[in-house]
């Protein structure tokens, strides 16, 4: 075999053992690179106001992919009223290792969220949620965050606080949530919840809510003011204020809600009051099996949520 042949056979071959061996130095960089980032952030603070902190972690991934799996994870909100917590027995984070900066985020086991006591004094909050599946995802733009999506399958969940209603549960078969920031200063809100279930100690009257779909399609308007939290350089309470001060809202195209026997399509605006409640009034028309329509609303007002004829809600929110 002359000299220029072995070129040939064995140039593409040494070639490409070079690209291996040089995206293998390239994936290990970008690993290490991930894994000291967690270690900072490990304790501290991802964005002003709210901790994050973990056990354990392991990085891998080889060859297209980084991935990180985390135990132990905790994240604290600090507010005036007190500390708000999710914990999760494990978190998982898997991005491509190029391309376009999307995240995808797993998580499994309990999840348990905390809050302060409500009314002060008494003993502070605790609900716990198991999701047979439980996955989102996120695409960064420009250094803020441009679209969020979030896939919970057969959540199922209760009222742990000390004292609490043993009716206080909560499923679904499938909750969805999907955002996207628009260049008009709006982000597109899309959720849905299939087979939801509420128990006894959630409802007034003391009986079961079913609905068999709650469909949402709305947009959160004013959204510039949230530019902040989306680039994690602002806290949620100075969003959440910065965004109540320019008046922002939730203006609803569409909520549609179907009961075992009755459907109904809403329409409105929802908005927070001074004290980060819900305020505002959906209307539109209920059908139930047999009935001629009636109109309906679903009133939000100091803190509660009241259902009622149309021809009873206000006519706005209040403000």
Not at 30 to 51: C, F, K, M, Q, S
Not at 169 to 177: H, K
Not at 226 to 242: C, K, M, P
Not at 250 to 267: C, E, G, K, R, Y
């Amino acid at each position: 075999m002359s000299y220029s042949s072995r070129i040939f056979i064995y140039g593409p071959v040494s070639l490409l053992l070079l690209i291996i061996v040089l995206y293998s130095v390239y994936w290990r960089v970008e690993a290490d690179t991930l894994a000291a980032r967690l270690d900072r952030a490990n304790g501290g603070e991802v964005i002003p106001g709210l901790d994050f902190a973990f056990a354990e972690k392991s990085v891998g991934g080889y060859p297209f992919q980084l991935d990180a799996v985390l135990t132990g994870v905790t994240f604290t909100h600090h507010a005036p009223e007190g500390e708000m917590m999710w914990s999760t027995e494990k978190l998982a984070l898997h991005m491509l290792s190029y391309g376009p900066n999307r995240y995808i985020f797993e998580v499994t086991g309990l999840q348990s969220f905390s809050g302060p006591p409500r009314p002060p004094g008494s003993v502070p909050r605790l609900i716990v949620v198991t999701p047979a599946i439980a996955r989102a995802s996120a695409m960064v733009s420009n250094g803020r965050l441009a679209r969020f999506d979030l896939d919970l399958w057969q959540p199922q969940g209760k009222d742990a606080t000390t004292g609490a209603d043993p009716n206080r549960v909560f499923s679904a078969d499938r909750a969805q949530l999907h955002l996207l920031s628009r260049p008009d200063d709006t982000i597109d809100v899309a959720m849905r919840i299939d087979n939801a279930h509420l128990g006894a100690g959630y409802a007034a009257g003391n009986s079961e809510i079913d609905l068999r779909l709650i469909d949402l399609r709305a947009k959160v308007t004013q959204s510039e003011a949230l530019n902040g939290l989306r680039a994690a350089e602002t806290g949620l309470a100075d969003a959440v204020d910065s965004w109540r001060a320019r008046m922002g809202a939730l203006a609803v195209s569409d909520l549609s809600l179907t009961w075992p026997d009755a459907h109904a399509d809403l329409q409105g605006a929802v908005a927070l009051d001074g004290a980060d409640r819900l305020t505002g009034v959906l209307k539109g028309m209920r059908v139930e099996n047999a009935k001629p329509p009636a109109g309906f609303a679903l009133t939000f007002a100091d803190g509660e949520l009241r259902p009622m004829p149309a021809s009873a809600a206000p006519a706005r929110a209040a403000p």
